[in-house]
């Protein structure tokens, strides 16, 4: 389902402007420039409405986050949390992760997040996915060597599936889990993930590590056979 417009979104976009990049293309390979100090570029694929990205950014005020939404009507409000809390180190981009190489030069990005994406379930949908080959091919050219994503979701046959997929394009994973918050609550939450969690749902996560130069080759989408010949 489409999601409204917010009542007077442009106006309430307009006025957090300082901290919305609107032509981010213009910034590749010198987003760091946005931040005194800055140690890291870290990107966030899909923001919603910003508790995670709020909170990350201030847990590491050295690291210049870039969040990336392509929901304006969820945006707006991740833009007005940062502002209404003055947080100096973000940044958001109305586009999405199909756009990453025309925004982030090679090994510019040293982070990225993938939280609670849309699962897209229908088996011919799966090329939409976040953690689609396709997508993992973008995420990696953006990556350094030792750079990472860090993932979750509450889905568990999308977490199974996403896992093979790092894999297969030679991603290291590490600290996998499936129920993240089992002894209590761990790291930062999104708001999806504090319903899920009081809800009593797992919280599935993994880092997948750029660990070498060059992924593995992209698989080849199967070929439909070709019709039988007709006699003449």
């Given at each position: 389902m489409?999601?409204r417009?917010?009542?007077?979104l442009?106006?309430?976009m307009?006025?957090?402007?300082?901290?919305?990049?609107k032509?981010?293309?213009?910034?590749r390979?010198r987003?760091?420039e946005?931040?005194p100090?800055?140690?890291?570029?870290?990107a966030?694929?899909g923001?919603?409405?910003?508790a995670?990205t709020a909170?990350?950014?201030?847990?590491?005020p050295e690291?210049?986050?870039?969040?990336?939404?392509?929901?304006?009507n969820?945006?707006?409000t991740?833009?007005?949390?940062v502002?209404d809390?003055?947080?100096?180190?973000?940044r958001?981009?109305?586009?999405?992760?199909?756009?990453l190489?025309?925004i982030?030069?090679?090994?510019e990005?040293s982070?990225?997040?993938?939280?609670?994406p849309?699962p897209?379930p229908?088996?011919k949908e799966?090329?939409?996915?976040?953690?689609a080959?396709?997508?993992l091919?973008?995420y990696?050219?953006?990556l350094?060597?030792?750079g990472?994503?860090?993932y979750?979701?509450?889905q568990?046959w999308?977490?199974d599936?996403?896992l093979?997929?790092f894999?297969l394009?030679?991603y290291?994973?590490?600290d996998?889990?499936?129920?993240?918050h089992a002894n209590g609550?761990?790291?930062?939450?999104t708001?999806y993930e504090?319903?899920?969690?009081e809800?009593?749902?797992?919280?599935h996560?993994?880092?997948?590590v750029?660990t070498k130069?060059e992924h593995a080759?992209l698989?080849?989408?199967?070929?439909?056979p070709?019709?039988?010949e007709?006699?003449p």
């Amino acid at each position: 389902m489409r999601m409204r417009n917010k009542k007077n979104l442009i106006p309430r976009m307009e006025r957090c402007a300082a901290v919305q990049v609107k032509d981010p293309q213009a910034l590749r390979g010198r987003w760091g420039e946005l931040l005194p100090g800055c140690r890291e570029v870290q990107a966030e694929m899909g923001c919603g409405k910003g508790a995670f990205t709020a909170g990350t950014a201030q847990a590491s005020p050295e690291a210049l986050l870039v969040a990336i939404e392509k929901v304006p009507n969820a945006m707006v409000t991740a833009m007005e949390r940062v502002c209404d809390q003055q947080i100096p180190n973000v940044r958001f981009i109305d586009t999405d992760a199909a756009a990453l190489p025309e925004i982030f030069a090679p090994g510019e990005v040293s982070v990225i997040y993938i939280n609670f994406p849309d699962p897209w379930p229908r088996k011919k949908e799966a090329k939409h996915r976040l953690t689609a080959p396709s997508f993992l091919a973008l995420y990696w050219d953006a990556l350094p060597v030792g750079g990472r994503i860090e993932y979750k979701t509450d889905q568990r046959w999308l977490f199974d599936w996403s896992l093979e997929q790092f894999a297969l394009l030679g991603y290291e994973l590490r600290d996998i889990t499936y129920d993240l918050h089992a002894n209590g609550p761990v790291g930062i939450m999104t708001n999806y993930e504090q319903r899920f969690h009081e809800q009593g749902l797992p919280i599935h996560r993994c880092v997948a590590v750029k660990t070498k130069a060059e992924h593995a080759p992209l698989p080849q989408p199967e070929k439909k056979p070709a019709p039988p010949e007709t006699a003449p």
